[in-house]
């Protein structure tokens, strides 16, 4: 019987052995072939591993574009907005919506409506009410997030004090008043958002 000191030894010679038998003989400069394309750049070694967000196609020089923001609330993080402190409008990744009083394109008399910014769908719409919304009714109106050319108030004190802003884009101009100005900063900062900051 080995005592420990000796099967320790038995061991270590077992595992150097194991170990010759893997290294190829330093004198042979034979290495499994590999094709590799351009990736490679000594002849045989293995392509390097490129994860998929960054994975790019043969010959494209371009970065894939890589988003800003995992979530609306991290871009309004960046932006130094807490959305945490408004119980008036709900956030999920790629979505914000509540309750904003719209003036009316023909008739011009203000109405509530419920809002929806959605990055996925790329579009804000207004609904009757949240119910709508929620039976997927269609929306009263609304418009592409591509096509929005300013957000912005007028007449900022007097606008300010009512929570009024502006959505301008290539068909109109939405007057919109929130109901607090935290919800007013919050809903201009994400109308502002580009749907690449996100997507």
């Known amino acids: 019987m080995l005592d420990i000191g000796q099967e320790t030894l038995a061991l270590l010679k ?6 010759l038998q893997e290294t190829p003989d330093s004198d042979s400069k034979s290495h499994p072939t590999t094709d590799c394309g351009d990736s490679c750049s000594v002849k045989g070694e293995q392509p390097k591993y490129t994860p998929p967000a960054t994975r790019l196609s043969s010959g494209d020089k371009k970065e894939i574009h890589k988003p800003e923001c995992n979530s609306i609330i991290q871009c309004l993080t960046k932006r130094e907005l807490d959305a945490s402190i408004t119980k008036q409008m709900e956030f999920t ?5 509540g309750y904003l009083v719209k003036l009316g394109g023909r008739v011009k008399s203000w109405r509530r409506r419920w809002f929806v910014l959605d990055f996925t769908r790329q579009y804000c719409a207004y609904f009757e009410d949240e119910n709508a919304y929620l039976e997927k009714r269609p929306p009263k109106g609304g418009f592409d997030l591509q096509d929005i050319e300013d957000v912005f108030q007028k007449n900022k ?3 300010l004090i009512n929570h009024i802003f ?3 884009t290539e068909s109109r101009t939405y007057s919109i008043q929130a ?3 935290t919800t007013l900063n919050l809903w201009m900062a994400c109308l502002q958002i580009k749907p690449s900051e996100l997507l």
Request: aromatic share 10%; charged share 25%.
């Open 157 to 159: 004190n007097s606008e």
């Open 166 to 168: 502006h959505v301008k």
């Open 14 to 19: 077992l595992y150097k052995d194991l170990k």
């Open 179 to 181: 109901p607090s100005i």
């Open 93 to 97: 990744s790629y979505t914000c919506s």
